[in-house]
């Protein structure tokens, strides 16, 4: 770039308050490395991490009791709810969960959190897989039949 065209660009951000404020907004993520600014409440971030990477960042330091509730399957970030719930994740359908620890779980209440991105799979790896749930035979009747 011409000096000239970059010393007119130069007086024209420190010439600006706003500017000058805007900037101070900006952060760049530890993790990514990406700009970002600062706009959600403050406990959506770890550190000096951007939101996405915040993201991930805490599901690596959950609370005992939250990390049981965790599933990693197929590089995707499941938590378990409570099976006392009026709202249930993925509509209530019936999960069977094998965990690499042995655990086994079923659960109506899953609750999906996304794909994990690839620059976090090294920090949140697989923990369980689904185990497929047996449906009971459907029974039929007859068109005249009675069922009692």
């Given at each position: 770039?011409?000096?000239?065209?970059?010393?007119?660009?130069?007086?024209?951000?420190?010439?600006?308050?706003?500017?000058?404020?805007?900037?101070?907004?900006?952060?760049?993520?530890?993790?990514?490395?990406?700009?970002?600014?600062?706009?959600?409440?403050?406990?959506?971030?770890?550190?000096?991490?951007?939101?996405?990477?915040?993201?991930?960042?805490?599901?690596?330091?959950?609370?005992?009791?939250?990390?049981?509730?965790?599933?990693?399957?197929?590089?995707?970030?499941?938590?378990?709810?409570?099976?006392?719930?009026?709202?249930?994740?993925n509509g209530g359908k019936e999960f069977h969960?094998?965990?690499?620890?042995?655990?086994?779980?079923?659960?109506?209440?899953?609750?999906?959190?996304?794909?994990?991105p690839e620059e976090f799979r090294g920090?949140?790896?697989?923990?369980?897989?689904?185990?497929?749930?047996?449906?009971?035979?459907?029974?039929?009747?007859?068109?005249?039949?009675?069922?009692?």
């Amino acid at each position: 770039m011409n000096k000239n065209i970059q010393q007119v660009l130069d007086s024209i951000l420190e010439a600006s308050p706003r500017i000058k404020e805007i900037k101070k907004m900006i952060e760049i993520c530890e993790f990514c490395g990406k700009t970002y600014k600062k706009n959600l409440t403050p406990d959506a971030y770890l550190g000096d991490n951007c939101f996405d990477c915040s993201f991930w960042l805490k599901k690596t330091c959950l609370k005992p009791a939250d990390e049981a509730r965790k599933a990693i399957i197929d590089g995707k970030h499941y938590m378990i709810g409570g099976e006392g719930y009026l709202f249930r994740g993925n509509g209530g359908k019936e999960f069977h969960i094998l965990f690499n620890d042995g655990r086994e779980v079923r659960t109506m209440n899953l609750w999906e959190q996304g794909e994990i991105p690839e620059e976090f799979r090294g920090l949140i790896p697989d923990n369980a897989k689904f185990v497929p749930v047996e449906k009971p035979e459907p029974i039929t009747f007859d068109d005249f039949e009675i069922p009692f």
